[in-house]
């Protein structure tokens, strides 16, 4: 039987990790560790200068749980460094409340969850659920999605170095939804600087701003979810340009380079 953790990053109370794990609780032995408050665009933390703290808690449906105060990361860091006895055959990260689409991934808890089990050799998924500001938001389709994605993942397994990311439209354009393989599309974020005094007159600042928007191009994970479809991105923790190596390499390097003697 297939022993998967469950983390996300909007905390362990969160409706949308809940509906994760009763969704893919047939599929074998679930663990849930998941961090004891939101971490929502914690990106890829390690935590380093404070303690971390473990604690079992009793979920809304009556079963137990593991949490602690560092990021999601951290929650799978300390899994599968052995908090959690026995082998991981897969960690989902989510469901998280809002799309992680494009660029969003390397500010994403979410995604970091998935990335740091990759880091330990575990293969990986990431789901996220889009909204629309001011409609409930309902997770079934993306845990029923979540669970067809986690069931072929564990029998074919995914290449080294790679989790899949997966997003589900806050309308799917057809039930059951589409579903298709894309590239990372792009993200256009409207951050705008907040600037405010506090009671001592001192500046403080928030990055506010409208929510991103994207260009839906067709094969993106972007457009996909525009046009109301769910998502797959197969990603690769390695991120280089292997398309610009060789003229980068062109380069004139050490035509004018000087290491200054200071003796
Ligand atoms: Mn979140």
Same mark, same amino acid.
């Given at each position: 039987?297939?022993?998967?953790?469950?983390?996300?990053?909007?905390?362990? /109370?969160?409706?949308?990790?809940?509906?994760?794990?009763?969704?893919?609780?047939?599929?074998?032995?679930?663990?849930?560790?998941? $961090? /004891?408050?939101?971490?929502?665009?914690?990106?890829?933390?390690?935590?380093?200068?404070?303690?971390? #703290?473990?604690?079992?808690?009793?979920?809304?449906?009556?079963?137990?749980?593991?949490?602690?105060?560092?990021?999601?990361?951290?929650?799978?860091?300390?899994?599968?460094?052995?908090?959690?006895?026995?082998?991981?055959?897969?960690?989902?990260?989510?469901?998280?409340?809002?799309?992680?689409?494009?660029?969003?991934?390397?500010?994403?808890?979410?995604?970091?969850?998935?990335?740091?089990?990759?880091?330990?050799?575990?293969?990986?998924?990431?789901?996220?659920?889009?909204?629309?500001?001011?409609?409930?938001?309902?997770?079934?389709?993306?845990?029923?999605?979540?669970?067809?994605?986690?069931?072929?993942?564990?029998? #074919?397994?995914?290449?080294?170095?790679?989790?899949?990311? @997966?997003?589900?439209?806050?309308?799917?354009? #057809? @039930?059951?939804?589409?579903?298709?393989?894309?590239?990372?599309?792009?993200?256009?974020?409207?951050?705008?600087?907040?600037?405010? @005094? /506090?009671?001592?007159?001192? $500046?403080?600042?928030?990055?506010?701003?409208?929510?991103?928007?994207?260009?839906?191009?067709?094969?993106?994970?972007?457009?996909?979810?525009?046009?109301?479809?769910?998502?797959?991105?197969?990603?690769?923790? /390695?991120?280089?340009?292997?398309?610009?190596?060789?003229?980068?390499?062109?380069?004139?390097?050490?035509?004018?380079?000087?290491?200054?003697?200071?003796?």
């Amino acid at each position: 039987m297939p022993r998967i953790l469950l983390t996300n990053d909007d905390g362990v /109370d969160a409706p949308g990790l809940l509906a994760l794990k009763q969704a893919v609780a047939v599929l074998g032995e679930v663990i849930v560790f998941a $961090p /004891d408050h939101n971490w929502s665009a914690a990106g890829h933390t390690k935590t380093m200068h404070k303690p971390l #703290r473990v604690e079992e808690v009793t979920l809304a449906d009556g079963s137990r749980a593991l949490t602690s105060n560092g990021a999601p990361s951290d929650c799978v860091a300390l899994a599968v460094l052995g908090l959690v006895e026995g082998p991981i055959d897969l960690v989902i990260s989510g469901i998280n409340y809002g799309a992680n689409l494009g660029y969003d991934i390397t500010y994403s808890g979410t995604v970091a969850g998935a990335m740091e089990a990759v880091v330990n050799g575990i293969p990986a998924i990431a789901v996220s659920q889009e909204f629309v500001r001011d409609e409930p938001v309902d997770f079934k389709v993306a845990a029923a999605v979540a669970r067809e994605v986690a069931a072929l993942v564990l029998a #074919r397994g995914l290449p080294p170095d790679t989790f899949l990311n @997966v997003n589900c439209p806050a309308r799917p354009a #057809r @039930v059951p939804p589409e579903i298709v393989v894309t590239r990372l599309g792009r993200r256009v974020y409207r951050d705008a600087l907040v600037r405010r @005094v /506090d009671p001592r007159g001192r $500046p403080y600042y928030w990055i506010g701003g409208d929510p991103p928007t994207g260009i839906p191009e067709p094969g993106t994970d972007v457009g996909a979810v525009a046009r109301g479809q769910v998502s797959i991105t197969p990603i690769t923790m /390695d991120m280089t340009h292997y398309r610009f190596l060789a003229d980068l390499r062109t380069w004139p390097w050490t035509e004018h380079l000087m290491v200054e003697d200071n003796a």
